[in-house]
């Protein structure tokens, strides 16, 4: 079963629009950490925002901000009047903390990919 | 200091090669990643080292072999690889398990 979807594969809006990027996950554990990255076309992964499963704050940077909802499995990735510069592929990716033998590396979402237009 | 440094950036080899793909990071971090990405994939996990003992092998073919010579460094070798193994290689570290993963830029590697 797939642990992380990111339903959305592709998005495209106009320049200064707000877009949401969903995240839906599933794991058994209790203690889990969720994370959003980012990839422009040259290749580097970029680290956004790491939450905690006993955490459920809701976080803001500039115009970043995720709406993390336990009750759903959900972790949202909203952008503000987005811009050119936020074209790329985001990734929304799961660590469990027991894992049962499986990766305690990161599951990645199969990603979406957000096109700001001018 | 968020940085992954991976060497080469762009690796062309044929099948019969052996090349070695490296990483270094300085923060400190005591687990180091290996992850390939297919274009349009995501990443997926081949290797973590936890305090330079590798701890996870997702099964990966012996023809990638890992090795992790000390806190810093992690090393990917490369022998009698396929066509299908071109793509990018990320190496990414992390504090500890609990933590984010820096990622590096990347190697590009493509069999010919």
């Known amino acids: 079963a797939q642990k992380v979807t990111q339903a959305q594969t592709e998005i495209s809006v106009v320049e200064k629009e707000d877009v949401t990027l969903d995240c839906v996950y599933e794991t058994r554990d209790t203690t889990y950490y969720l994370f959003w990255y980012k990839q422009p076309p040259s290749g580097e992964l970029v680290f956004l925002i790491r939450?905690?499963?006993?955490?459920?704050q809701n976080e803001i940077s500039g115009r970043y901000s995720w709406n993390f909802q336990k009750s759903t499995s959900s972790f949202n990735f909203t952008i503000t009047a987005s811009q050119v510069v936020d074209s790329a592929v985001y990734f929304c990716a799961l660590r469990e903390r027991y894992s049962g033998g499986g990766a305690d590396g990161l599951t990645f979402g199969k990603g979406t990919h957000l096109i700001i237009q001018p | 200091d968020t940085e992954v440094t991976q060497t080469p950036k762009h690796l062309v080899m044929g099948m019969t090669n052996k090349k070695s793909l490296k990483c270094e990071q300085h923060?400190?971090?005591?687990?180091m990643y290996w992850y390939k990405q297919k274009a349009k994939k995501p990443p997926e996990l081949m290797f973590v080292y936890s305090y330079e003992k590798l701890s996870i092998n997702e099964s990966v073919p012996s023809r990638f072999s890992p090795e992790c010579p000390n806190s810093s460094l992690l090393n990917l070798h490369l022998h009698a690889l396929q066509p299908e193994d071109s793509a990018l290689y990320l190496c990414?570290?992390?504090?500890?398990?609990?933590?984010?993963?820096?990622f590096g830029q990347g190697t590009r590697l493509t069999v010919v």
């Open positions: 923060m400190g971090h005591r687990a």
């Open positions: 939450r905690n499963s006993f955490d459920e």
């Open positions: 990414a570290s992390s504090l500890n398990m609990e933590t984010e993963a820096f």
